[in-house]
């Protein structure tokens, strides 16, 4: 089997173009269904990997096939975020083999995000694997990269400081709130969605006691549940262009495929407010916030790729982090590669195991034959093992006749290893005998 990762991610695809390949959670198994059918009898095991950064696709397939599928995958995937293929292609990134096993393993240690370390990437590479799961794409193959990314990342975090001087997005989106607003405790502040992202980042304003905070949801029930924890405010999604002008801040983060937030509803916020400051941050693939948003005069929008710069501080602290980590993943990927290696052995065991069962059927049925004739057993035993030594034999044979020269030596010094490995004889070093044959 051979391995291969084609995708987009934050350092070569922009924001926008990103947002055009994100897939929600419940869309995974549905997406790959449909790949499926697009490669028609091929079947590969596959897996699609999406989080606001990345989205990719891990592919285990024969290695005489792989490379035969890397274009309809692109084009699959050009084809579900609406655009050219060569488009796509310019912003794209496909590797294979070991390098895709590195990749993987990378990914999953957090050293591929745009927050070095982060820990959110492990649940999102779960979910990646249930999908696939759920969808019937999950082989063995890509099981064991993914699981063996798992163990690599456990021991990255375990045996290195690989997250420890690094600021995640909700303590970016913080720090970036207070440089604006003299006072945090004076904010009131919006968070839009209840997922994962959301409730970090409220964790992190809520250490700092703005005057106000509320949460708006699809839905109220789960709003109010993360309202609750931080004595919150619950507001129904419906009502937010009415209750827009009322924070100072906001920050969203859903799972939307359209934006939620127009342009009109902050246009006439700002009129409410009487042009006093907005600051927005826009977490989510695709946008949350309409991109025109930004051109509004009083207003501070943010992004996911706007945050980079504040994310990637301390970088000279965790260089010794990094280099651990590599190492870490270089053993993963030398046992994953080595892993693979003996599954390629699998059909030529299983083809050896069929021939010698052919022999050996062959050989009892004659055996049997002359046992009912009422021939000696002895006799009849030593045919049948000389039966089966003849056919074992019998292709080394032929190979050591028929071959010349330093091929010769080769094939003697083979011979050698899988028939006299018990022998303090080295044939190699003597080729009389073969002539004796």
Not at 7 to 22: E, I, Q
Not at 136 to 148: A, E, K, W, Y
Not at 171 to 186: M, N
Request: net charge neutral; with cysteine; proline share 3%.
């Amino acid at each position: 089997m051979s391995v291969f990762a084609l995708g987009l991610n934050h350092t070569t695809a922009p924001l926008d173009l990103r947002g055009r390949f994100a897939f929600a959670p419940e869309q995974l198994t549905p997406a790959l269904r449909g790949l499926s059918e697009k490669w028609h009898r091929a079947s590969p095991e596959a897996a699609i990997l999406s989080t606001c950064n990345r989205t990719e696709l891990y592919v285990a397939a024969g290695t005489s096939r792989s490379r035969e599928l890397v274009r309809p995958a692109i084009e699959w995937l050009a084809s579900q975020g609406g655009v050219d293929g060569s488009k796509l292609l310019d912003h794209t990134y496909v590797l294979e083999g070991r390098e895709a096993a590195r990749h993987a393993f990378r990914v999953a240690s957090g050293l591929d995000s745009m927050v070095l370390g982060e820990a959110q990437i492990l649940g999102q590479m779960k979910q990646a694997v249930r999908g696939a799961d759920e969808a019937g794409t999950l082989g063995t193959t890509l099981h064991q990269l993914f699981q063996r990314s798992f163990s690599v990342a456990k021991e990255v975090r375990s045996s290195t400081e690989i997250g420890a001087h690094s600021i995640s997005m909700a303590a970016a989106t913080v720090r970036l709130a207070s440089q604006l607003f003299e006072d945090l405790r004076q904010t009131k502040v919006l968070f839009v969605g209840a997922g994962e992202m959301i409730e970090l980042v409220a964790t992190h304003f809520a250490a700092r006691e703005p005057r106000l905070m509320a949460v708006a949801n699809r839905t109220l029930e789960r709003g109010e549940k993360l309202a609750s924890r931080f004595g919150a405010q619950a507001v129904r999604l419906a009502d937010l262009p009415a209750r827009l002008h009322e924070f100072d801040a906001v920050i969203s983060c859903t799972a939307s495929t359209l934006p939620i937030i127009g342009l009109g509803a902050v246009e006439r916020a700002l009129k409410s407010r009487r042009r006093r400051p907005m600051f927005m941050v826009d977490l989510a693939v695709p946008r949350d916030i309409e991109p025109e948003v930004a051109r509004l005069t009083d207003i501070y929008l943010y992004t996911v790729d706007d945050l980079t710069g504040v994310v990637q501080t301390a970088s000279e602290k965790r260089q010794a982090a990094v280099a651990q980590a590599e190492a870490i993943i270089d053993a993963g990927v030398q046992s994953f590669s080595h892993w693979l290696d003996q599954r390629a052995s699998v059909p030529l065991i299983q083809a050896l195991n069929g021939q010698a069962d052919e022999w050996r059927a062959a050989e009892l049925a004659r055996a049997r034959k002359l046992l009912a004739r009422g021939d000696d057993i002895d006799s009849v035993l030593d045919a049948m093992s000389r039966g089966l030594t003849q056919k074992m034999l019998h292709g080394a044979l032929a190979e050591l006749r028929s071959s010349e020269g330093e091929a010769r030596h080769a094939t003697a010094d083979w011979v050698s290893r899988l028939f006299l490995r018990q022998s303090t004889r080295n044939p190699a070093d003597d080729a009389g005998p073969v002539d004796k044959l």
